[in-house]
């Protein structure tokens, strides 16, 4: 494991080109989602913080290796998400559009106005057409084991995921973090890693927040690489991530020779 308080620009810089298997991250969103911290709300205006996206998502597809993936969370809360898509993702040399995949809940408060708002976005783009997709890795149970239809047993590893992913957070497992205001669910990102990579594979995420891909690595066997600014999310996140797998559980022998 490699995994420094730094920005992620400083830190993108000092990697090799196409040297990392996977990229899956959550950067912030542009919407003033952040306890007051300021992370979220320090662009003045929209162009000022899709510039800066642009900045790091050529970053993320220079590093990233020929037919391997690149995931984004986001929200479409608001419009930037979308532009973010189009006018940045869409612009990536060699990038190819692949997925949006919708992350459904259905807990915390909601609305007595409207429809609750219940969902984040993820992003997929892969380097060139081709890509890895370990699809018997990621199947889940079937609700009956014969298709109704056809009367003949269903493949007994289960189903290939949709592209809409329900999965509440649970404030009472030991893996949820209640110190994060956007923490994902460990095992989406589990299924990401397992889908797009091997173990030992090289996973990158620049924006680590709370530690989860880090975890969601060890559990897969997967190397991690990646960076967090906010030095009081860096340090809760070391502390998170050893009591859920371990620190002594990495290696990084294989990470050195990625950075430069």
Excluded at 155 to 176: A, F, M, Q
Excluded at 222 to 246: A, M, P
């Amino acid at each position: 494991m490699i995994l420094e308080n730094k920005d992620c620009l400083e830190f993108l810089s000092e990697l090799d080109s196409e040297s990392v298997d996977l990229v899956l991250t959550d950067p912030p969103y542009y919407i003033g989602f952040d306890g007051g911290k300021g992370w979220d709300s320090q662009w003045d205006t929209e162009k000022d913080y899709l510039d800066w996206c642009m900045e790091w998502s050529e970053e993320c597809a220079r590093v990233l290796k020929p037919n391997g993936c690149m995931y984004v969370w986001g929200t479409t809360k608001t419009d930037t998400f979308l532009k973010y898509k189009l006018d940045v993702l869409n612009s990536l040399e060699d990038m190819v559009y692949q997925s949006w995949i919708i992350w459904s809940y259905d807990w915390g408060g909601r609305t007595k106005k409207n429809f609750a708002r219940k969902h984040e976005d993820l992003l997929m783009y892969s380097k060139g057409k081709e890509f890895m997709f370990n699809r018997d890795d990621v199947r889940i149970p079937y609700i009956m084991k014969k298709s109704v239809r056809k009367g003949v047993d269903l493949n007994p590893l289960g189903k290939i995921p949709t592209d809409v992913w329900p999965k509440n957070n649970h404030t009472t497992s030991k893996e949820y973090a209640g110190w994060h205001p956007t923490q994902k669910p460990i095992e989406l990102l589990e299924r990401i890693i397992k889908a797009h990579t091997n173990p030992g594979d090289v996973v990158l995420d620049i924006f680590n927040g709370s530690g989860s891909t880090t975890i969601a690595c060890a559990n897969t066997d997967r190397e991690f690489l990646g960076c967090e600014l906010d030095k009081e999310y860096y340090d809760k996140s070391l502390q998170r991530i050893d009591e859920l797998v371990g620190i002594k559980k990495f290696t990084s022998n294989k990470l050195i020779d990625i950075l430069k």
